[in-house]
Structure formats: C-alpha cells, structure tokens
C-alpha cells in the first residue's frame, strides 16, 4: 500500500486515543495503541506488589516459624545425614571375646590367657576389689535384714549399728565409681554436642553394638548418656543425705526416692542401649560402599 494514499484522523483527546487510518481506496483500518497514563501504571505497580507481599509472607512463614517439633527433626535428619559418611571400626570388645568363648565348648586355656590379660591392668584389679566388696557388703546387709544374723548379734542395737556401717560402707563404694566414671560421661556429653566424626568414631566404640553406625544413633546415645549422668547427680544426693544426717533424723523419703532415681537411670540406660537400635545388628554393607563414595567425592 502507498504510504501517501492514506489519510490518518486522531479520535478522542487525552493520553488515550485512537488512530484511523483512512485509505483512499475506501478501507478503513484502525489501530489502538497501548497508551496507560502514569496513574494507571502505579496503580497497576501497586497491585502487583500488594499481591507478592502475601507470598512472600507465606513463605517466609513456612520457612522461619515451624514448629519446634518440626525443626528438632530436621536437625536430627542432618545430623543421621552426616553420621553415615563417618567410617565405622569394629573392635573386638571384651564382651564379645566372652560371648564368642562360651558360643562353643569351654576353652579353658583360652579362657585363662584371657583373665590374665584382663588383670594385667591395674584399673582391671581395681575394679575386681570393688566388685568383690559391693558382693560381701550386700550379702552381709541382707543377712541382716532377713535376721539369719539374729543369733550373732542379739541385740537390736548391734544390728542397727552393724547395718549403718555397711549401708555407709555401700555409699562410699558407689560413690567412689560415680566418681570415676562421671568425667567421661560428661566428656561425652560435650562430644554428644560437637558431633565432630572423631567423635562420632569414638562415642560408636562406647555404645554402638560392634562399634558401627546406627540409626539415629546420636539421639539414643544422647538418651542413654543423660540416663548414665543422672545416676551420678541421684548417688550424690544420697551420699549427702547419708554423710549429713544421723540415721535417726535421716528423711526416708528422700532418701528412698534418690536410691530409687540411681538404681532405675543405671538400669534403664543398660536396658534401653541393649534394646535400641545401638544394641542391634544392621547390614553395613551400602552405608560401607556410600562412605567410600562419599570419600571419594570429597577427594576430588
């Protein structure tokens, strides 16, 4: 079409108007140009913003303000995340060289070289003197209690005197093994808290069944090591309660309820680490071969 055949007419005034274009051959053809004011374009600005505010809204509220619940899983989910590339050792544990022993026929040589080796370490033959002492006190305290004592001392104030000496006696020794032991149960605690692998190899040794990985291990490790610490803080108490009071101003109840507290958290602690996932078996085969991936993409 020849440009100078065309006659162009404005209709409407304003910012918005239309354009015809007249032909001379009789066609008329119109075109509307998208002509928006600068009031419409804020306007429409405006809206597209007040629509994104919400979402943004929405999203920051999914992301930031779950629920605690929600947050303490995704944190152990890491946590199980990172635990399976650390390498796994499996040492042989006394317990297991007990267990393997009597799986067959008695060994007796094989059972002699091990108690020698077992008693070569001075901690060994100290624990052996405790153990056989907690054994005598024992025995001795519920002989008394049950009266097949009675012809020995006849008076009752003998045997009271006789079972404070060994309940004292008693204290003193579980003290002294809380003593022993509550520095390494703080120490994994604080490992608990780093979760460094060299932790996690080390606290696996502790408690993990052949010192390999397990499921979720570190929050039933954690259960167990504030089970194990608390039974320190309970013998504690009760041997304030017995090197403070005369037995006759003793409270009972409170002296029950800290006996009770130790004895169950020692107990519960041995129970739940043998029946949990720490105590179990599992096929380490694919967490052997994803470790060794994930070495050796961390090596590239």
Same mark, same amino acid.
């Given at each position: 079409?020849?440009?100078?055949?065309?006659?162009?007419?404005?209709?409407?005034?304003?910012?918005?108007?239309?354009?015809?274009?007249?032909?001379?051959?009789?066609?008329?053809?119109?075109?509307?140009?998208?002509?928006?004011?600068?009031?419409? @374009? +804020? %306007?429409?600005?405006?809206?597209?913003?007040?629509?994104?505010?919400?979402?943004?809204? /929405?999203? #920051? *509220?999914?992301?930031?303000?779950?629920?605690?619940?929600?947050?303490?899983?995704?944190?152990?989910?890491?946590?199980?995340?990172?635990?399976?590339?650390?390498?796994?050792?499996?040492?042989?544990?006394?317990?297991?060289?007990?267990?393997?022993?009597?799986? @067959? +026929? %008695?060994?007796?040589?094989?059972?002699?070289?091990?108690?020698?080796?077992?008693?070569? /370490?001075? #901690? *060994?033959?100290?624990?052996?003197?405790?153990?056989?002492?907690?054994?005598?006190?024992?025995?001795?305290?519920?002989?008394?209690?049950?009266?097949?004592?009675?012809?020995?001392?006849?008076?009752?104030?003998?045997?009271?005197?006789?079972?404070?000496?060994?309940?004292?006696?008693?204290?003193?020794?579980?003290?002294?093994?809380?003593?022993?032991?509550?520095?390494?149960? #703080?120490?994994?605690?604080?490992?608990?808290?780093?979760?460094?692998?060299?932790?996690?190899?080390?606290?696996?040794?502790?408690?993990?069944?052949?010192?390999?990985?397990?499921?979720?291990?570190?929050?039933?490790?954690?259960?167990?090591?504030?089970?194990?610490?608390?039974?320190?803080?309970?013998?504690?108490?009760?041997?304030?309660?017995?090197?403070?009071?005369?037995?006759?101003?003793?409270?009972?109840?409170?002296?029950?309820?800290?006996?009770?507290?130790?004895?169950?958290?020692?107990?519960?602690?041995?129970?739940?680490?043998?029946?949990?996932?720490?105590?179990?078996?599992?096929?380490?085969?694919?967490?052997?071969?994803?470790?060794?991936?994930?070495?050796?993409?961390?090596?590239?």
């Amino acid at each position: 079409m020849n440009p100078n055949n065309i006659q162009m007419t404005s209709v409407g005034n304003g910012e918005d108007h239309i354009i015809v274009e007249e032909p001379m051959d009789g066609q008329v053809k119109t075109h509307v140009p998208l002509n928006v004011s600068t009031s419409q @374009r +804020k %306007l429409v600005s405006n809206e597209n913003s007040q629509s994104a505010i919400p979402e943004r809204l /929405k999203s #920051l *509220n999914s992301d930031n303000l779950g629920s605690p619940s929600t947050k303490f899983h995704q944190i152990a989910d890491r946590r199980d995340e990172f635990s399976r590339t650390v390498p796994s050792s499996r040492p042989l544990h006394l317990r297991q060289r007990i267990t393997k022993l009597f799986s @067959r +026929k %008695l060994d007796w040589p094989a059972i002699r070289k091990l108690c020698k080796d077992w008693f070569k /370490k001075p #901690l *060994n033959i100290l624990l052996f003197i405790w153990i056989v002492c907690v054994a005598v006190s024992s025995v001795t305290m519920l002989l008394l209690i049950t009266g097949t004592l009675n012809h020995a001392f006849p008076k009752k104030s003998q045997r009271d005197t006789w079972n404070e000496m060994i309940n004292q006696i008693l204290n003193a020794l579980f003290t002294l093994l809380c003593l022993y032991q509550h520095p390494q149960r #703080l120490s994994h605690f604080n490992l608990l808290l780093r979760w460094r692998p060299e932790d996690i190899s080390r606290l696996r040794k502790a408690y993990c069944k052949n010192g390999t990985y397990k499921p979720h291990e570190r929050t039933h490790m954690m259960v167990v090591v504030i089970l194990l610490n608390l039974n320190c803080f309970a013998q504690y108490a009760l041997c304030g309660l017995n090197w403070g009071y005369k037995r006759s101003k003793r409270p009972a109840v409170v002296v029950g309820i800290c006996l009770l507290v130790a004895v169950l958290a020692h107990a519960i602690a041995g129970v739940y680490c043998m029946h949990s996932s720490l105590g179990k078996d599992y096929d380490t085969e694919f967490n052997e071969e994803s470790q060794k991936n994930n070495c050796r993409e961390q090596q590239c």
